[in-house]
């Protein structure tokens, strides 16, 4: 069984920053792609930033310049640094990562239980 465990969100004025984590645990063999989505009330979820084994990233780009997305692989951990926080970026953040449990097995994507951010004006 693999979880992901989110922390770091919280209630934060406009302009200042906040660091999420999320780390990977369980059974599991290798870890592909990592990334953080968010979900604004009445929104659909969205891709914020994505970064593969060897730290390729990609960015939404109402987020890039301001948010960078970093991992550790030996801790099985993805980082999201966001800078210069808007009142638009209040939503719940959720950690995905695909994870192979054995070494013959396929990618499957898992979700962490979300993080709320919440940036006053």
């Known amino acids: 069984q693999v979880q992901l465990v989110e922390s770091g969100g919280g209630l934060v004025q406009a302009g200042t920053s906040l660091r999420l984590s999320c780390a990977a645990s369980g059974s599991i063999f290798s870890i592909n792609a990592m990334g953080w989505y968010r979900q604004a009330p009445g929104k659909q979820r969205e891709l914020v930033a994505a970064?593969?084994?060897?730290?390729?990233?990609n960015y939404a780009d109402s987020v890039k310049g301001r948010f960078t997305i970093s991992r550790d692989n030996a801790k099985n951990t993805v980082y999201l640094q966001m800078n210069s926080l808007k009142p638009e970026d209040t939503a719940v953040y959720y950690c995905?990562?695909?994870?192979?449990?054995?070494?013959?097995?396929?990618?499957?994507?898992?979700w962490g239980q979300g993080t709320q951010v919440t940036v006053s004006s």
């Open positions: 970064i593969t084994k060897v730290g390729t990233t």
């Open positions: 995905n990562a695909g994870v192979r449990v054995e070494y013959r097995g396929s990618y499957v994507p898992y």
